[in-house]
């Protein structure tokens, strides 16, 4: 059974870090794009950042580059997402979603998704 588990969220202040996990079961993270979106209430879910399959390019949402970074660690089949500068917008439920073959900045092109994380940054 495919399973994504998004861990790491939680309250954080303005300027801090955080390191979201996104770690898989029953299927090998590296044969697939892995996005990260996040959904603030009242608003669409947008994706934030993304990293392809093996050639592990990665993409940025212009709203977070220079402040977050994506990375693999196909070893223990987890995706990170390093949140740092944390702003009180970046304030959201936090999804990792996978589809085959490239990224692609639209929910609606992944098909399995983890369950979220919360990111509430507040002084």
């Known amino acids: 059974q495919f399973e994504l588990v998004e861990s790491g969220g939680g309250l954080a202040q303005p300027g801090g870090s955080l390191r979201l996990s996104c770690a898989a079961s029953?299927?090998?993270?590296?044969?697939?794009?892995i996005g990260w979106f996040r959904q603030a209430p009242g608003k669409e879910r947008e994706g934030v950042s993304c990293i392809s399959n093996s050639r592990e390019t990665a993409n940025y949402a212009d709203s977070v580059k220079g402040r977050f970074t994506i990375s693999r660690d196909n070893a223990n089949n987890t995706v990170y997402l390093q949140i740092n500068s944390l702003k009180p917008e970046d304030t959201a439920v936090y999804y990792c979603?996978?589809?085959?073959?490239?990224?692609?900045?639209?929910?609606?092109?992944?098909?399995?998704w983890g369950q979220g994380t919360q990111v509430t940054v507040s002084s």
């Open positions: 029953g299927f090998t993270l590296n044969n697939y794009a």
């Open positions: 979603a996978a589809r085959m073959m490239s990224c692609n900045r639209w929910p609606v092109a992944y098909r399995y």
